[in-house]
């Protein structure tokens, strides 16, 4: 049975190559862990052996293996997030009176995994799959602006490029512009794009990598939410929230 410092260095190393997005060989991995070659070769060795690591036979990195990809795809990460988001997600609405809803994405699809709606009148309203709207949501720029040049490219050939309002980004090279600027500045936000009259901002939650896995939206009639200091209020509220589910839903790494 093995000791309980070699499995957090197991751990450790399954981490590093977790978030070494090109690969990471032996040496660049013993150096970020502070362990010796040999050490680190055999433990990569052994994940490779059994399917959660693999070593390219030219260059000798290692990237992450199938059973890794498929353990980060359990059923229950919906499940997870939306109950312990709930709460929080619950609070915001109540604290902006406004529509606020939770979204992730999945196998290439964006769905809605809480949605509370204002309790005003004049409201908006989201369905439970946005994919083939995401394009002009906040909450869904922010998560397209997290996938890989690859996975984009998919999504907008996947996608056709509707213009819902005289707004939308129907160019997808308008789009990859976009969806830069939303991961350089952290947030999203939307005038009159998916619907005449509604505006949104929203922002990512991360995991402990730093990774986008969700984001967390506030949507408003455009007259309400260009009313001084709203965009701001609403901005910083879900900056909070984001955080707090973070705290939450992920334990610190050590």
């Not at 970020?32 to 433990?43: D, E, R």
């Not at 600027?181 to 509604?198: H, L, N, P, W």
């Not at 990598?209 to 408003?220: D, H, M, N, R």
């Not at 260009?226 to 705290?247: H, P, V, Y």
Request: proline share 5%; net charge positive.
């Amino acid at each position: 049975m093995p000791s309980v410092s070699t499995l957090v260095k197991s751990l450790n190393l399954l981490e590093a190559v977790y978030t070494s997005r090109k690969g990471i060989g032996t040496r660049a991995l013993a150096k970020k862990l502070g362990l010796n070659a040999a050490t680190v070769h055999n433990i990569a060795r052994t994940f490779c052996d059994e399917g959660y690591l693999e070593q390219d036979p030219e260059s000798k990195v290692f990237t992450p293996g199938m059973r890794v990809m498929q353990l980060g795809r359990h059923p229950s990460f919906r499940n997870s997030l939306t109950l312990t988001a709930s709460p929080t997600v619950h609070r915001v609405a109540e604290q902006l009176d406004e529509s606020v809803l939770l979204g992730a994405i999945e196998h290439g699809r964006i769905v809605n995994l809480i949605y509370i709606p204002s309790t005003q009148a004049l409201r908006a309203r989201e369905p439970e799959d946005v994919s083939d709207q995401s394009y002009c949501t906040a909450f869904g720029k922010v998560l397209l602006a997290s996938l890989s040049p690859e996975d984009l490219g998919t999504y907008l050939k996947q996608t056709e490029l509707k213009p819902y309002t005289a707004r939308t980004l129907v160019d997808a090279n308008a789009l990859r512009r976009e969806l830069a600027r939303v991961e350089k500045q952290g947030y999203a936000k939307t005038i009159d794009e998916c619907c005449e009259g509604i505006s949104a901002v929203a922002v990512p939650i991360r995991n402990p990598w730093g990774e986008v896995t969700a984001s967390i939206g506030a949507s408003a009639p455009t007259l309400r939410m260009k009313k001084k200091g709203q965009f701001e209020r609403s901005l910083d509220c879900l900056q909070d929230a984001a955080r707090e589910i973070e705290a939450l839903w992920y334990k610190p790494i050590a």
